[in-house]
């Protein structure tokens, strides 16, 4: 304890204003929707952790060996290692939970959710990047070959995890890749204490056993957070999502069921992903389909249309029409980006054909617009000739909606071939001949 007490008495004048800064950042985030004073926190904790494993990494272990093998017999090599190796990453890794604490602490899911997401590894990279600075200070080179090794390695580590990250996540390669992590940081620091002749061993045997257990322990709080929890609990959202990310499919099942009873967007959203990431079928009903849409607004359900036009599911038609002219009272501030959910509606026409065009008579412009480009997926000639006649409409949004859905039903666009206006009679001509060779 006494080596930990020297070195904290360098580092105290650090430790205690952060006390003001975590203050200061803990108003700014509950009162202002403001991230500068974050990234000063963020940044200053990053540099006191360098600091940290700089003056640790200064002390000559082989100076207090002796002395505590003497004072706490064999146990005190351990004893030792903990001291000089694991409290300085020990140390700034209870600085980082306790910014993200800070950082989150208006989050709904407060603390729950930063400290899950910290277990799942969420600023684990202050940790690592740490370590890359003890190997190279190790090194004891120059600070002029010191400084730009460690640059080149952080770089060369930030971009080949971005790279494995963005080929096995999700997936069991994101478990690979924490568990690679896990032995790289345990060998290191294991390596470089070791006196053993057979150090090498020793390092791996150490970092195999002890990183499995470390990533055995995470997992299994997880899953038994997941196991234990309430249905549409928060922690069986957070722990479900976080166990598919690594690989645990099965918990897709659950997962599917607690989204119809939260009804978080940003949930269905997630598990959707995952669903067709894993190439999962899903075990909705129609009436369970319809539950999940209407507990959002239409613009964030793209993603569950994209699933149900690939499979070809059907709804209640009567369900979308109330749900769909509701929704765009209020308009969607990027109505232009309903293409799954617009195609999916359109698949309903030739069954409800009088209802469209009803629709289109008594609509709002964005409901005009729904309906217009909606036609596009249909192969029918009342609409084609309904379009034709809106390429003509004073309202230069519905004559542009018209085109574009008589362009992709015809795979055509006379006007870009024949260099006219798209309302021009040429253009027209063209549209009704198509239309005229169409079966009724």
């Known amino acids: 304890m006494q080596i930990i007490k020297e070195q904290l008495g360098r580092i105290n004048h650090f430790l205690i204003f952060l006390v003001p800064l975590f203050a200061v950042n803990a108003i700014f985030n509950l009162r202002y929707d403001w991230g500068g004073v974050s990234v000063i926190a963020r940044i200053y904790i990053m540099v006191l952790s360098f600091y940290i494993i700089f003056i640790f990494s200064q002390i000559n272990t082989d100076e207090y060996r002796t002395e505590y093998t003497a004072r706490y017999g064999w146990i005190g090599k351990y004893y030792l290692f903990a001291v000089l190796r694991i409290f300085p990453f020990l140390l700034m890794y209870l600085l980082t939970i306790v910014f993200t604490l800070i950082n989150y602490i208006n989050t709904p899911d407060w603390p729950l959710e930063p400290v899950y997401r910290l277990l799942d590894g969420r600023y684990s990279n202050t940790v690592i990047y740490a370590l890359i600075l003890f190997i190279v200070l190790k090194q004891k080179k120059r600070p002029g070959i010191s400084i730009p090794l460690f640059i080149i390695i952080s770089v060369l580590y930030f971009a080949a995890e971005k790279v494995l990250r963005s080929i096995f996540n999700p997936g069991p390669g994101v478990s690979i890749i924490k568990l690679v992590k896990y032995f790289i940081f345990i060998f290191v620091l294991v390596y470089d204490y070791s006196k053993s002749k057979r150090r090498i061993l020793e390092s791996v045997f150490s970092s195999l056993v002890g990183g499995s257990l470390l990533y055995a322990s995470i997992a299994s709080f997880f899953l038994l957070s997941f196991f234990m929890s309430a249905p549409g609990s928060s922690s069986l959202s957070i722990s479900g999502g976080i166990l598919l990310k690594s690989g645990f499919v099965f ?118 617009i729904l309906i217009l480009k909606s036609l596009a997926y249909t192969e029918d000639k009342d609409a084609v000739n309904f379009l034709i006649n809106k390429i003509t409409s004073v309202e230069r949004l519905q004559s542009e909606t018209s085109y574009n859905s008589l362009k992709k039903i015809t795979g055509q666009d006379p006007a870009a071939d024949l260099k006219k206006e798209k309302y021009d009679f040429d253009v027209i001509l063209f549209f009704r001949n198509y239309a005229v060779k169409m079966k009724k």
Request: glycine share 2%.
């Open 251 to 368: 918990a897709l099942d659950k997962l599917e069921k607690n989204i119809l009873e939260t009804g978080n967007s940003e949930d269905i959203k997630d598990i959707f992903q995952f669903i067709e990431k894993y190439k999962k079928e899903t075990t909705y009903t129609p009436l369970e389909w319809e539950k999940l849409i209407l507990k959002n607004r239409i613009e964030n359900n793209e993603y569950i249309f994209r699933h149900i036009n690939r499979k070809n599911i059907k709804l209640n038609f009567e369900t979308l029409k109330t749900y769909t002219v509701s929704q765009l009272m209020v308009p969607p501030p990027h109505a232009a980006a309903l293409d799954q959910y617009i195609r999916h509606f359109g698949s309903y026409y030739n069954e409800n054909k009088k209802v469209f065009f009803e629709l289109y008579e008594s609509g709002n412009q964005p409901l005009k």
